[in-house]
Nanobody, 116 residues
Framework: QVQLEESGGGWVQAGGSLTLSCAAT????????MGWYRQTPGKDRDFVGV????????SYADSVKGRFTISRDSAKNTVYLQMNSLKPEDTAVYYC?????????WGQGTQVTVSS
């Protein structure tokens, strides 16, 4: 079983940058696909990006391509979401996920607010 805890959210001006962290405990995430999703009030949770083992190949939603980057630190068992050139439309609660076959885990989320 994997427990995930997001951190690093906050308030930032449009055009600014922010890095989110997702710390995993209970199991190594080396073999897990690690994803980021976001959700705004009254809307479904949307895909942001994912890092897929073993190569760590990444894939991103069109809305964030070229601005967001997912990376891993195996020593810390942590995945990151580096967000640059932030827009007001990026405002949401951001969630980390870990998936391995039928196993799928979620963190509690962290709020990101981008002001214009």
């Amino acid at each position: 079983q994997v427990q995930l805890e997001e951190s690093g959210g906050g308030w930032v001006q449009a055009g600014g940058s922010l890095t989110l962290s997702c710390a995993a405990t209970g199991d190594s995430i080396n073999r897990y696909a690690m994803g980021w999703y976001r959700q705004t009030p009254g809307k479904d949770r949307d895909f942001v990006g994912v890092s897929v083992p073993p190569s760590g190949r990444t894939s991103y939603a069109d809305s964030v391509k070229g601005r967001f980057t997912i990376s891993r630190d195996s020593a810390k068992n942590t995945v990151y979401l580096q967000m640059n050139s932030l827009k007001p439309e990026d405002t949401a609660v951001y969630y980390c996920s870990a998936r391995l076959g039928p196993l799928n885990y979620w963190g509690q989320g962290t709020q990101v607010t981008v002001s214009s």
